[in-house]
């Protein structure tokens, strides 16, 4: 959300670019559409100028999202930026391709060989949480229609990413979140289960935490769930949000069951944005069984040609972040994931290795599960990681500290997210640098901030 800018503001009204200079003879507006039209190649270079000063891609270890793809996809998206995915009917080879890479994810997430799971593409991971917990709520309307009175409830970790909080607040579901401890900075299955009750539409499981890259027992979730349902009758179903992790456990983690191999795992996201390493606007949502996704969510539209169900909260949208995905899968298949997501991990753990030998701080996780991991500093370091984290960005390195959430929120930790563009060698650098900020705030101690920093946003 933007405010608008007051009219008698001191804020420039004009755009002052830096090269584009040499050819602009009249101030270009900044906050009201001109009279005048433009030349393209004027108007691009002011722009691109004004972008020069938003973040260094390479030095960003805060975002999870995908900042490189090959020219080759690329120039596939740029070509393909009129398709519209709604528009099946004018498209129906990007819509085939849609169906495809829901295919290709049904299998990666071990649904059975029925061919029964069935699913979407999204603009991300919150817009497939929004419609996985939907199709919770209507579900359970539907079984407690005759018998409920109460409020639908969502069991969910308090590490929940955002969008679990405004998926709970747009759709009127109350959040029964499990607090987290000490040692422990994802859900305990056996705390999400005490929390359950006849109201209760899902538990939400993350395959890993946004917090600290590390991934929920979702095996040992469901075994508790079936326990729970074995002793009081409450048949209660998993999502799994694995906006990262689907698309890294399956490469880098085979044997680790958490996906459609449980029988308790109703549905799954991931974003395609992330791990599934294409460039920002695709996620995935699939449900293991059309009895999982109630029918009156689906609408059909035939407004555009041909008849075409569809669950989505947006009509319009792009489709060329699917075609994206699409060449990823043929262009890197399983191999290429692999070898792209095991050095991520590699140089995960020998970030974190030498984090930890530097002898200030004390690591949450290794960057094992995801190629994340999340560290605070020892006690006795009387340093702030919110100063550390401006200092870093005066070295042009984004990395974030945050407070966890209620009940941890006086743990301040720094999180690193490894991607693909983030080598050995650019972590070598980024380990210099750390080390020589950290000793600059201990040899300046009253240099340090004593003002709150605000919290970071996951
Ligand atoms: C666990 C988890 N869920 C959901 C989201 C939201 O994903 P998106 O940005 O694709 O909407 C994120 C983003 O970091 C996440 O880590």
Known sequence: MHKQVPKDSQEDEAITPTYASRFIDEPIAKYVIPDKSQSPDMVYQVIKDELMFDGNAHMNLATFVTTWMEPQASRLMAETFEKNLIDKD?????????????????QLWHSDNAGQALGTSTV?????????????????????????????????????QICWDKFCRYW?????????????????????VALCDENTIGVVGILGSTMDGSYE????????????????????PIHVDAAS???????????????????????????????????????????????????????????????????????????????????????????GYMRILQNCQDTALFLSEQIAKMGYFELLSRGDELPVFAFTLLPKIKVSLYDLSDRMRERGWQVPAYSLPKNMENLVVMRIVVKENFSHDIANMFINDLKEQMEWLLAHPYAHSSVPHPSFHH
Not at 125 to 133: I, N, P, R, Y
Not at 180 to 186: A, I, K, M, T, V
Not at 219 to 232: M, N, R, T, V
Not at 283 to 297: A, N
């Open 124 to 160: 991300g991971s919150s817009e497939g949480c929004m419609l996985a917990g939907l199709a919770f709520k209507c579900r359970w309307q539907t079984a407690h229609k005759a018998k409920s009175k109460g409020r639908p409830n969502l069991v969910l970790g308090s590490n929940a």
């Open 217 to 236: 027992p979702i095996a040992e979730l469901a075994q508790e769930l079936d326990e729970l349902q074995a002793s009081k009758g409450l048949d209660i």
């Open 245 to 335: 992790g689907g698309f890294v456990a399956p490469f880098l983690q085979p044997d680790l069951v958490w996906d459609f191999r449980l029988l308790r795992v109703k549905s799954i996201n991931a974003s395609g944005h992330k791990y599934g390493l294409v460039y920002p606007g695709v996620g995935w949502v699939l449900w293991r069984h059309p009895d999982d996704l109630p029918s009156e969510l689906v609408f059909d539209v035939n407004y555009l040609g041909g008849e075409m169900p569809t669950f989505a909260l947006n009509f319009s949208r792009p489709g060329n972040g699917v075609i994206a995905q699409y060449y990823n899968f043929l262009r890197l298949g399983r191999q």
């Open 90 to 106: 004018e498209y129906p080879q990007t819509a085939d391709i849609e169906r495809r890479c829901v295919n290709m994810l049904a």
């Open 172 to 192: 009127e579901v109350e959040p029964r979140f499990v607090p987290l401890e000490r040692g422990q900075y994802h859900l305990r299955p056996d705390k999400a």
